[in-house]
């Protein structure tokens, strides 16, 4: 299973938004491969980003939340 895919898997298994942090944890990845594959769903439709309360503009990757489009 690919990265992208996995991302998805967990997001529709939580069944809500899920920060990039979280999903690093969750799938033990690295930040830059989790940021990778965020942005390329991002760009196929697949996620969007959601800002919640805890968006820090300073730190945009780290503190944006995702959930499937």
Not at 4 to 28: D, F, H, M, Y
């Amino acid at each position: 299973m690919s990265q992208e895919e996995e991302i998805l898997s967990l997001l529709k298994k939580e069944g809500k938004p899920l920060t990039s942090e979280q999903i690093c944890r969750a799938l033990n990845i690295p930040k830059h491969v989790a940021s990778s594959s965020l942005f390329s769903l991002l760009r196929k439709g697949m996620v969007k980003r959601v800002y919640t309360e805890d968006y820090d503009p300073t730190r945009p990757f780290d503190t944006v939340s995702w959930v499937i489009e």
